[in-house]
């Protein structure tokens, strides 16, 4: 029958591999995360859940290491510790890389925010443009017709001055004759001899 400390350092062991692959799967899920920004810090957070119970299972396992009765199993658990510590290490490592990872992520996502308001302000000022122009190019319009509007008027109102000199023209020849008729008729009346 096993001694109670041997179950306690095999349960360690076995909680230390656990959670170590959970530590390799969550890494992986990181690297394969392509966003949003709450799904990779969600998953960064379950990474430093995990190192902290790893961490806290392999200082139990060093603390049954230090009270083993044999020298050789002392010994042996605490290479394998020290094996333990190494690869958390390595980990730590990986998990600081997965922090800078989202940090250089949060801040691509923080400029492609930037550049997407950028890409509407313009989108807004060539909507203005556009309205301006259109307002331009109907004012243009307006003004052509506009312009064929007063040439038409300035053509009737020459138009009309000669007809008004014309008939200033007719009415004076009118009344030339009408004098020249009226001096004929006196003439004959008053002097018939001449």
Do not use: W
Not at 11 to 34: G, M, P, T
Not at 150 to 161: A, D, F, M, P, S
């Amino acid at each position: 029958m096993a001694a109670p400390q041997d179950v306690h350092v095999r349960i360690c062991n076995q909680e230390i591999v656990k959670f170590d692959l959970e530590v390799k799967a969550l890494i992986q899920d990181i690297r394969d995360c392509s966003g949003p920004l709450s799904a990779l810090t969600e998953l960064n957070t379950k990474v430093k859940e995990k190192f902290q119970q790893l961490r806290h299972r392999i200082q139990e396992l060093e603390q049954s290491a230090k009270e083993q009765d044999k020298e050789s199993e002392k010994q042996l658990l605490l290479q394998e510790v020290e094996n333990h510590k190494k690869q958390m290490l390595r980990k730590t490592t990986k998990e600081s890389l997965a922090q800078t990872s989202s940090a250089i992520t949060e801040s691509l996502m923080g400029i492609s925010r930037m550049m997407s308001q950028q890409v509407q302000q313009s989108e807004e000022a060539m909507q203005t443009l556009v309205t301006s122009s259109r307002t331009i190019l109907d004012a243009n319009e307006e003004f052509k017709s506009m312009s064929g509007t007063i040439q038409l008027g300035r053509k009737l109102i020459t138009k009309y001055n000669r007809r008004e000199l014309t008939d200033k023209l007719l009415i004076f020849l009118a009344l030339a004759l009408f004098l020249a008729t009226v001096l004929y008729i006196v003439k004959k009346r008053l002097f018939p001899f001449l």
